[in-house]
């Protein structure tokens, strides 16, 4: 769980500057695009584990922990679509 957990971590600076590098992204837009991001990324975090997840697993611990491993390989393959805005950093 602690490697996991470690992961999952590491992804989120990742995924949260990621819209820092979109081309075409001004800077005088950046904060609103991030206020943006971030609620739209917290909002997730509460309604999706309180209104889908807990009342599919109930009192089953793990499959609510199977469900959150599911989030965690999504979160990981959304992550994959990161390379494409990271390659323009370099050319920049």
């Not at 990621?18 to 971030?38: L, S």
Request: glycine content about 10%.
């Amino acid at each position: 769980m602690f490697v996991g957990a470690l992961c999952c971590g590491a992804l989120v600076p990742v995924s949260m500057s990621a819209m820092v590098y979109i081309p075409g992204m001004k800077p005088e837009y950046m904060g609103a695009a991030g206020g943006y991001a971030n609620t739209m990324r917290f909002l997730a975090a509460f309604v999706i584990p309180s209104y889908i997840i807990a009342p599919i697993a109930g009192t089953n611990f793990n499959v609510f922990m199977a469900f959150a491993a599911a989030a965690v390989v999504l979160f990981g393959v959304f992550t994959l679509g990161l390379p494409e805005v990271f390659a323009n950093q370099q050319n920049n």
